[in-house]
T-cell receptor, first 115, second 112 residues
């Protein structure tokens, strides 16, 4: 059973517009959420994170929103740039048994930013 | 500062062969992880370690073994390779707070 779901396998946006990537989770024990970006033939790189005590975290062009009641988070990229074209993974940690240091990943969303 | 390094980058194995994927980190992280990524799928945790001498199974440990004799190194051993182990393998490391993990560049393994 997938505990972290990214229901959109792909997303295409125009350069300069906003990209919104969505992620849903089912485990109410998750309390820390992360977004990773992955280019082809490279390892994932950490992008931004948010703790469950917050509902928004911003870093430059990237903002993550968390809606705990809906078990939903989203990553906003404004403005989108062609270099943002990559696969974006949502990940979550937390839960019982001291598993805070283990991450559960979604399947990823391929973002394509068209010039 | 090299971060997390993995060798080799690519490898082709015949069914039944064995090999070790190497992983090293220079960030003095206590936590290290091995993941596999199959096409169209997220990353699945194979094994992890919370410190030298301590390892534990993740979600998909069958067919693999690990050891953690030093803080820096976390090799993954494949015994009796099978076609189902064809995948891209990522090693990662992290500290206890916050829980971000830092990934190596990956090893693409094909078993034929």
């Amino acid at each position: 059973d997938q505990q972290v779901k990214q229901n959109s396998p792909s997303l295409s946006v125009q350069e300069g517009r906003i990209s919104i990537l969505n992620c849903d989770y089912t485990n109410s024990m998750f309390d820390y959420f992360l977004w990773y970006k992955k280019y082809p033939a490279e390892g994932p790189t950490f992008l931004i994170s948010i703790s469950s005590i917050k509902d928004k975290n911003e870093d430059g062009r990237f903002t993550v929103f968390l809606n705990k009641s809906a078990k939903h988070l989203s990553l906003h990229i404004v403005p989108s740039q062609p270099g943002d074209s990559a696969v974006y993974f949502c990940a979550a940690s937390g839960g019982s048994g001291g598993s805070n240091y283990k991450l559960t990943f979604g399947k990823g969303t391929l973002l394509t930013v068209n010039p | 500062n090299a971060g997390v390094t993995q060798t080799p980058k690519f490898r082709i194995l015949k069914i039944g062969q064995s090999m070790t994927l190497q992983c090293a980190q220079d960030m003095n992280h206590n936590y290290m992880y091995w993941y596999r990524q199959d096409p169209g799928m997220g990353l699945k945790l194979i094994y992890y370690s919370v410190g030298a001498g301590i390892t534990d199974k993740g979600e998909v440990p069958n067919g693999y073994n690990v050891s953690r004799s030093t803080t820096e190194d976390f090799p993954l051993r494949l015994e009796l390779a099978a076609p189902s182990q064809t995948s891209v393998y990522f090693c990662a490391s992290g500290s206890s707070q916050p829980y971000e993990q830092y990934f190596g560049p990956g090893t693409r393994l094909t078993v034929t």
